[in-house]
């Protein structure tokens, strides 16, 4: 063992940042979500339980290894200049080991107490997110957001395949809601940090094609989440309540976009849209634990 990576001890406080932990909260929010879908009503608490952790785990690993391979363009960022990787803290060699030590515990859980089916979803999600988003496209295409979006659609699939054991109507849907959602809010976070993004040299959508490019398209991507959220109802998984709710959301979002389309503050527009996409898929993911179930449906 080379001792000298292991010359720096981490301190705890790097080690859990280096996890993301309000990524990690929120995409577990999304696991509910879907567990709560498939469940409808039918909750095995210990299942639960299991899926979480097992998801906390392997989620927390797949912010580790973006972290280590993020490094070097973190550096060149003001919001991520601090990070335990970028300034040293915190050795490749460590980050390696603590990302690999997350990952065996999470799949370890999941394969034990779930299923192979949702280890395997799960797997996939790492490998989009770090192989072909972290690796390569976030580095070298605009459409990094697209491959992007495909991993941030992963978590309610974990959920639901935790249930289910297999891949349904329901979950498709979620993946299809999940992936259109992540589009939108990916650009407005990439418009309220251009600057670091450009000093960063990524390849993002605002900097190869202009701002004005972005502005032009968000309506037609909240538009396709909209009408993506509404595929629940279609399918019979969720009732009335959940479609009113959504057209609500969905229509509120469409008419921002619209409402805002000239606002002269690129940055005040993006934080807009950030927070309301923040507040779409908090409603989204409770309206499907909580329109799924018996009692709550009147059935």
């Given at each position: 063992m080379?001792?000298l990576a292991?010359?720096?001890?981490?301190s705890?406080?790097?080690?859990?940042?280096?996890?993301?932990?309000?990524?990690v909260?929120?995409?577990l929010?999304?696991?509910?979500?879907?567990?709560g879908l498939a469940?409808?009503?039918?909750?095995?608490?210990s299942?639960?339980d299991?899926?979480?952790?097992?998801?906390?785990?392997?989620?927390?690993?797949?912010?580790v290894f973006?972290n280590?391979?993020?490094?070097?363009?973190d550096?060149f960022m003001?919001?991520?200049?601090?990070?335990?990787l970028?300034?040293?803290?915190?050795?490749?060699?460590?980050a390696l080991?603590?990302?690999?030590?997350l990952l065996?515990?999470g799949?370890?859980v999941?394969?034990?107490?779930?299923?192979l089916?949702?280890?395997a979803?799960s797997l996939?999600?790492?490998?989009?997110?770090v192989?072909?988003?972290s690796?390569?496209?976030?580095?070298?295409?605009?459409?990094?957001?697209?491959v992007?979006?495909?991993?941030?659609?992963?978590?309610?699939?974990?959920?639901?395949?935790?249930?289910t054991?297999?891949?349904?109507?329901?979950a498709?849907?979620l993946?299809?809601i999940?992936?259109?959602?992540?589009?939108p809010?990916?650009?407005?976070?990439?418009l309220?940090?251009?600057e670091?993004?450009?000093?960063?040299?990524l390849?993002?959508?605002?900097l190869?094609?202009?701002?004005?490019?972005?502005?032009?398209r968000?309506?037609?991507?909240i538009?396709?989440f909209?009408?993506?959220?509404?595929?629940p109802?279609?399918?019979?998984?969720?009732?009335?309540?959940?479609?009113?709710?959504?057209?609500?959301?969905g229509?509120?979002?469409?008419?921002?976009t619209?409402?805002?389309?000239h606002h002269?503050?690129?940055?005040s527009?993006?934080r807009g849209?950030?927070?309301?996409s923040?507040?779409?898929?908090?409603?989204?993911?409770?309206?499907l634990v909580?329109?799924s179930?018996?009692?709550?449906?009147g059935?």
């Open positions: 080379n001792t292991f010359k720096v001890s981490p705890s406080r790097d080690l859990l940042s280096l996890i993301k932990p309000g990524i909260l929120a995409n929010v999304s696991v509910a979500g879907g567990f469940a409808r009503g039918q909750v095995a608490w299942l639960l299991a899926t979480l952790w097992g998801a906390a785990l392997i989620l927390s690993a797949g912010c973006n280590l391979v993020d490094r070097d363009i550096s003001q919001r991520t200049r601090r990070r335990p970028a300034q040293g803290r915190i050795t490749p060699t460590q080991a603590w990302g690999t030590l065996g515990s799949t370890w999941l394969g034990c107490h779930t299923n089916l949702t280890l979803v996939t999600g790492i490998f989009v997110y192989g072909l988003y690796l390569y496209f976030k580095r070298h295409s605009w459409l990094g957001v697209w992007g979006s495909i991993a941030g659609a992963i978590p309610p699939l974990m959920g639901y395949t935790a249930v054991h297999h891949l349904g109507p329901g498709w849907c993946f299809l999940f992936f259109l959602w992540q589009i809010h990916a650009h407005a976070i990439a309220l940090h251009l670091d993004y450009r000093r960063a040299g390849r993002l959508l605002p190869t094609h202009g701002e004005k490019v972005v502005r032009q968000m309506p037609y991507y538009g396709a909209l009408l993506a959220s509404l595929l109802f279609f399918y019979g998984l969720s009732g009335p309540t959940y479609l009113l709710v959504m057209l609500t959301v229509g509120g979002w469409l008419g921002l619209w409402k805002t389309r002269p503050h690129l940055k527009w993006a849209h950030f927070l309301f923040i507040l779409a898929i908090m409603i989204l993911n409770f309206m909580l329109d179930t018996p009692l709550f449906r059935s």
